[in-house]
């Protein structure tokens, strides 16, 4: 457990500071101006009252009501227009990819391109990596050397993203037709016809949907494309559809040097997709999205280098994952919170952390800057499942508990890093414990390669 219990009585002292501070207007103006304005009743007596009262004029009335009026009509509808999730799915891959620990083990040991040395780091990799026995691999990837041809790919893509797809379709009862817009992302293959088109051919959709692909962006682009396709829905007519699908091809992983680097996305990759319906109409709707907020430093040669896809020194092709990257998650993630706790944060916690920041700024640069409690914000995170040190790391910045951390360690573990649709197995993984309630919100926090920190809330609605 990151987070230690507070003492009781501490924890009753914050308990009404935060009462206090997050009521300041119940608790302390409203009534201040009610005792206030009483009190001048009192002094002028009614008939002076009755007598000031009559001296108003008729337009000073009118405005007093119809400006704030007006004013507050022009707010609402200038207010961008909300958008929901409808419902969402993950692919579970079918049986014949499931590959053991024992079985990865037992491929590798027998790879033509991997030495004693290699070998000896990806089985250390893996006992250390908290995967289970249960991920999925392509079955191009169980032969020995592995195959990765174009139409192994095509097929990985293919099965996952139909998977979710057919899925989603089943659980929200809604036909093809009724998409307006798609949306997929995929960092590593990137075939033509596109995925979108892969799509659009199978389930026959409209030839007058809007569609989009986005590829190179890592894990936080199942992110970028929800904010993708939230901007085309608010452009679009109200209760349009759109889908968006998440997924990474394994042939990533298809690495045949010697670079350790370059060697570790075999170990934490696995295959995985998850389907997403969003909606301008709320009717239908479990969810309604909040905020996105990025961070993005690839401006930093140290972070846009963190996960790089490159040629080894003997021609060899793959990602190159830095040692940097976690430390560099944890830079842009401190970052990042900044951004969010602005919009999220309760004015208990702000207050705490403007106070921490300016004992820093003028009593000593020593003092620690306060850690917001993030859980005043958000009931449920959704950390990215990058590597058992990722989750770690955004455990200790943000002082998460055990618990907080559980659906993407437990993700981690049974799925593997699914890269950017890895979000919705841990949201799944929330729901399946039955931990989620109306009104909760989440944070689903992302780190991408070229070091940006993707952060999005959802918040039920169901
Ligand atoms: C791989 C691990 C599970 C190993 O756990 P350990 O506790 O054993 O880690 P450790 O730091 O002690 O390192 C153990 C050994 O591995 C080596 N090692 C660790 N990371 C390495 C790297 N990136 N490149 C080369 N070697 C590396 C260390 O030097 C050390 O070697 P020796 O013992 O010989 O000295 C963990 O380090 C981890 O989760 N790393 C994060 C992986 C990551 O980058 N994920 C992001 C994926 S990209 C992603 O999610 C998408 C995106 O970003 O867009």
Not at 265 to 282: C, H, N, Q
Not at 283 to 307: E, G, K, N, P
Not at 335 to 352: H, Q, T
Not at 389 to 402: M, R
Request: glycine residues 6%; contains cysteine.
């Amino acid at each position: 457990m990151v987070s230690s219990p507070l003492h009781p009585n501490k924890h009753l002292l914050k308990t009404l500071y935060q009462l206090l501070v997050n009521n300041f207007l119940a608790v302390v103006v409203v009534p201040a101006t009610a005792v206030g304005v009483l009190r001048k009743a009192a002094q002028l007596g009614p008939d002076e009252l009755l007598t000031r009262l009559h001296g108003l004029r008729q337009v000073h009335v009118f405005l007093a009501v119809f400006l704030p009026l007006a004013l507050a009509t022009l707010c609402l509808m200038r207010r961008p227009r909300s958008v929901y999730l409808v419902d969402y799915a993950c692919c579970r891959p079918r049986p014949n990819c499931r590959v053991s620990m024992g079985s990865f083990t037992e491929n590798a040991r027998n790879m033509p391109y991997l030495d004693d040395g290699s070998f000896r780091f990806l089985t250390r990799m893996l006992e250390r990596s908290s995967l289970g026995d249960q991920t999925y691999l392509h079955p191009s990837l169980h032969n020995i050397p592995p195959r990765c041809s174009l139409s192994d790919s095509r097929d990985e893509a293919e099965q996952v993203i139909f998977a979710a797809i057919d899925d989603l379709l089943a659980k929200t009862g809604i036909s093809p037709g009724a998409i307006d817009i798609i949306v997929t992302n995929c960092t590593a293959f990137n075939p033509t016809p596109s995925f979108t088109d892969m799509i659009i051919n199978k389930y026959k959709l409209r030839s007058d949907i809007r569609d989009a692909h986005i590829s190179g962006m890592g894990c936080s682009a199942g992110v970028i494309s929800m904010e993708v396709a939230r901007n085309l829905l608010r452009a679009a007519p109200r209760g349009a559809h759109a889908l968006v699908v998440s997924t990474e091809t394994t042939s990533l992983i298809n690495y045949t040097g010697k670079n350790r680097a370059m060697l570790l996305p075999a170990v934490l990759f696995r295959m995985g997709a998850g389907a997403v319906l969003l909606s301008t109409s709320k009717s239908t709707s479990r969810f309604r999205l909040t905020h996105v907020v990025r961070t993005l430093t690839a401006a930093q040669d140290r972070a846009y280098r963190c996960a790089y896809q490159e040629e080894d020194e003997e021609g060899q092709t793959g990602i190159n994952l830095s040692k940097d990257l976690v430390a560099i998650a944890g830079e842009t993630l401190k970052a990042n919170i900044v951004a969010i706790g602005s919009l999220v944060l309760p004015p208990s916690e702000k207050l705490l952390f403007a106070l921490s920041f300016v004992a820093r700024k003028v009593l000593n640069r020593k003092t620690k800057l306060y850690v917001p409690d993030f859980r005043t914000a958000f009931q449920h995170f959704c950390i990215h499942s990058g590597g058992r040190a990722v989750i770690d790391a955004v455990q200790t910045s943000l002082c998460l508990s055990d618990e907080d951390v559980e659906p993407s360690r437990m993700t981690l573990h049974r799925f593997g890093t699914t890269s950017s649709s890895s979000l919705w197995y841990e949201l799944a993984y929330i729901e399946a414990k039955r931990r989620t309630r109306k009104g909760d919100r989440e944070a689903c926090i992302y780190k991408k390669v070229s070091g940006s920190t993707t952060t999005f809330l959802i918040s039920i609605c169901e």
